[in-house]
Every structure is written in structure tokens, then in C-alpha cells.
């Protein structure tokens, strides 16, 4: 249950945060108001709670996770969504489950079936597809939405990242600890790449309604989908995590047809094919063999 809202939260957020950027808030400036929220939401609420010490020896997963989990993550999907469209970042982001297992094979040593190494080749040719808008791959960085949408492919590998990363954290902290470290070790990452972009921000001339999407990315997106989905991590693996996913594209596309900030295309339609057939296969397939 927990997995699901959160996609439901991440679904409606490619929109919301699309309306908010660029006109109003640059990305890197978001994303630093997105944290910085954050982590002070996670630290009020900390303070009723009983705290854990971080040992020494976990501190450095602690950086990582905050690197790759917040920073690089974040800074990498709002650059993306900023110049490519909601439903495009959708189904890129599709390809994470197909990333955590190819980590998970590199540095875990899970093993990689045929039907799993078929499913990462078809999952990654429709990523590769989607970016190059069905033309060329050498056009890639010629338009604003392809370049967008590598920068998405790029978040949804760090995503990947952090879920490997954080997992082993799990059995020695609780859910709480762990996220309330990582996203103010993230905001040091942060706040160099974005404090640039903070005098631009005109929050005089924001209409009311922009404040109430800025907030639904801090407490929503942010607060609680990172506290949902670290708590999933405590009784779930990191590839089950990454399967719901899948649920973001169509969130994503009912909330942008709703909302007029986006259309699909057969371009997309086509990719995610190839990604969910990819994702298939590498998920599932071998555990309906097995049941």
C-alpha cells in the first residue's frame, strides 16, 4: 500500500512540478527548496521520536545514499522534466527496475538469466528510442526534449543506485534514521549546484496556485513519498521497490491529459512497449516460472 501511493504521488508530480518550472522556479532552485523543506519536516518530526546513533562504518553509505538518492537524483529528473515532457519522463523512469537488477548483478552477484538479459536489451532499446523521439540517436542533443529525457534516463540510474545502496542500512537502523541522514547529507550535495538560482525567484508575482503545487512537491513528492518508500525498503527488496514503478506512466498520463500539459505519442507508445515487455521479463517472468 505504501508502494502505491507513492506512485500515485510521483504520477501527479510530473505535471505539478512541470507547471511550476521554468516560469516560476528554475530546477536547481526547486530542488533545493524541495530538500530544505524536507529535511526540516524529517527533523521536527524527529524531535518526538527516540534517536539512533549512526555508527562510524555506516557514515559512508549514509553520503552515498544522500548523493545519489537526493542530489544527484533530484538535481538530475527536475534539469530533465524541465525542458522534456511529463509523459516522456514517465516511461523513461520505467527502465529503473531493469537498472536496479543490472547493479544488483555487477555488485551484488545476482545471477542474470537469458529471459532477464533479453529484457534488459528490450527495456533499454525503447529508453533509447523514447530519447531520440523514434529518429536518430545522433540527434539526441540537437533538441531540448531528447537532451531532457537522457537526463531523466540519468536520474533514473541514480535512483537505482540509491535503492542498492541504502538497502543494507534497513537491518540496522529504523526507516526514520536512515532517511532523515540521508536527505541532509543530500543537501550539502545540494546546496553548491543550486543556491545560484535562488535570487531568481519572484515569489511576489507567484499566483496562489504555484505555492500550493511548490508545497505538494515538498510534502508530498519529497516528505512523505521518501518516508513511504524507506519504509517499503524495511520488509521489501530493493527490486520489488523499483517494480512499482511501472505504476508512475499511467498516473502520469491521466494526470497530464487532465491537467492539458501534455499529450501521448506514437513514439511513446512504442517505447513503452518495449520498456514494460523489458520490465516483464526481468521482474517477473522467472518467478511465474517458479510458482
Same mark, same amino acid.
Do not use: C
Given at each position: 500500500?505504501?508502494?502505491?501511493?507513492?506512485?500515485?504521488?510521483?504520477?501527479?508530480?510530473?505535471?505539478?512540478?512541470?507547471?511550476?518550472?521554468?516560469?516560476?522556479? @528554475?530546477?536547481?532552485?526547486?530542488?533545493?527548496?524541495?530538500?530544505?523543506?524536507?529535511?526540516?519536516?524529517? =527533523?521536527?518530526?524527529?524531535?518526538?521520536?527516540?534517536?539512533?546513533?549512526?555508527?562510524?562504518? *555506516?557514515?559512508?553509505?549514509?553520503?552515498?545514499?544522500?548523493?545519489?538518492?537526493?542530489?544527484?537524483?533530484?538535481?538530475? =529528473?527536475?534539469?530533465? $522534466?524541465?525542458?522534456?515532457?511529463?509523459?516522456?519522463?514517465?516511461?523513461?523512469?520505467?527502465?529503473?527496475?531493469?537498472?536496479?537488477?543490472?547493479?544488483?548483478?555487477?555488485?551484488?552477484?545476482?545471477?542474470?538469466?537469458?529471459?532477464?538479459?533479453?529484457? +534488459?536489451?528490450?527495456?533499454?532499446?525503447?529508453?533509447?528510442?523514447?530519447?531520440? @523521439?523514434?529518429?536518430?540517436?545522433?540527434?539526441?542533443?540537437?533538441?531540448?526534449?531528447?537532451?531532457?529525457?537522457?537526463?531523466?534516463? #540519468?536520474?533514473? $540510474?541514480?535512483?537505482?543506485?540509491?535503492?542498492?545502496?541504502?538497502?543494507?542500512?534497513?537491518?540496522?537502523?529504523?526507516?526514520?534514521?536512515?532517511?532523515?541522514?540521508?536527505?541532509?547529507?543530500?543537501?550539502? =550535495?545540494?546546496?553548491?549546484?543550486?543556491?545560484?538560482?535562488?535570487?531568481?525567484?519572484?515569489?511576489?508575482?507567484?499566483?496562489?496556485?504555484?505555492?500550493?503545487?511548490?508545497?505538494?512537491? +515538498?510534502?508530498?513528492?519529497?516528505?512523505?513519498?521518501? #518516508? %513511504?518508500?524507506?519504509?517499503?525498503?524495511?520488509?521489501?527488496?530493493?527490486?520489488?521497490?523499483? =517494480?512499482?514503478?511501472? %505504476?508512475?506512466?499511467?498516473?502520469?498520463?491521466?494526470?497530464?491529459?487532465?491537467?492539458?500539459?501534455?499529450?501521448?505519442?506514437? *513514439?511513446?507508445?512504442?517505447?513503452?512497449?518495449?520498456?514494460?515487455?523489458?520490465?516483464?521479463?526481468?521482474?517477473?517472468?522467472?518467478?511465474?516460472?517458479? @510458482?
Amino acid at each position: 500500500m505504501a508502494l502505491i501511493a507513492v506512485a500515485l504521488i510521483y504520477g501527479l508530480n510530473y505535471s505539478i512540478a512541470k507547471d511550476v518550472m521554468p516560469e516560476f522556479v @528554475q530546477p536547481r532552485a526547486f530542488i533545493l527548496l524541495r530538500v530544505s523543506g524536507a529535511v526540516l519536516l524529517f =527533523f521536527a518530526l524527529g524531535l518526538g521520536m527516540e534517536s539512533e546513533r549512526i555508527a562510524p562504518k *555506516h557514515w559512508p553509505r549514509i553520503i552515498a545514499a544522500g548523493f545519489f538518492g537526493v542530489a544527484a537524483n533530484q538535481l538530475l =529528473f527536475f534539469e530533465g $522534466l524541465n525542458i522534456t515532457t511529463p509523459i516522456s519522463a514517465a516511461v523513461i523512469m520505467t527502465t529503473n527496475p531493469i537498472m536496479v537488477l543490472s547493479l544488483s548483478a555487477i555488485f551484488l552477484k545476482v545471477p542474470l538469466t537469458w529471459p532477464r538479459i533479453i529484457g +534488459i536489451a528490450l527495456g533499454l532499446s525503447g529508453a533509447l528510442y523514447l530519447i531520440s @523521439q523514434g529518429g536518430s540517436l545522433g540527434q539526441v542533443f540537437e533538441t531540448g526534449e531528447s537532451l531532457g529525457n537522457v537526463l531523466v534516463m #540519468l536520474n533514473a $540510474l541514480s535512483y537505482a543506485s540509491y535503492l542498492v545502496v541504502v538497502k543494507p542500512l534497513m537491518s540496522s537502523y529504523k526507516p526514520f534514521t536512515v532517511i532523515k541522514w540521508v536527505f541532509l547529507a543530500g543537501l550539502f =550535495f545540494v546546496i553548491p549546484f543550486a543556491i545560484g538560482q535562488m535570487p531568481s525567484i519572484d515569489w511576489e508575482a507567484m499566483p496562489s496556485k504555484i505555492y500550493w503545487e511548490i508545497a505538494f512537491v +515538498i510534502i508530498g513528492t519529497t516528505f512523505f513519498a521518501y #518516508l %513511504l518508500n524507506i519504509y517499503a525498503l524495511k520488509t521489501v527488496s530493493s527490486t520489488t521497490v523499483s =517494480f512499482y514503478i511501472y %505504476l508512475q506512466p499511467l498516473v502520469a498520463t491521466g494526470a497530464a491529459l487532465i491537467l492539458g500539459s501534455d499529450r501521448p505519442e506514437w *513514439h511513446m507508445l512504442i517505447s513503452a512497449l518495449l520498456i514494460f515487455l523489458g520490465v516483464y521479463l526481468v521482474s517477473f517472468y522467472r518467478r511465474k516460472n517458479l @510458482q
